[in-house]
């Protein structure tokens, strides 16, 4: 995707195998709550495992916390969070 200058590779939100086929994701049934308070809608993106599972206040907790930045699905380590509008 190419915006002004800018150059971004896009990758599929979810899995991290290159060879899976692309698959569409049925938005009816998915979950569009945090797993961490399972009260915010999930609008956060954690990179680099693409885990779309966490709410904006949970994801402003990860960042402040010095000791826990691990995905809570696979505790990866979190290098940075996209914000992502479903």
Not at 25 to 53: A, G, V, W
């Amino acid at each position: 995707m190419e915006m002004g200058t800018n150059t971004w590779v896009l990758k599929p939100i979810f899995g991290n195998d290159e060879h899976e086929k692309l698959k569409t994701i049925n938005l009816n049934s998915f979950k569009n709550e945090c797993i961490m308070c399972f009260d915010e809608k999930t609008d956060i993106m954690m990179y680099p495992c693409r885990h779309l599972s966490i709410g904006f206040e949970c994801a402003q907790r990860l960042r402040n916390s010095p000791k826990c930045r691990e995905c809570p699905v696979c505790r990866a380590t979190i290098e940075r969070f996209v914000r992502i509008n479903i």
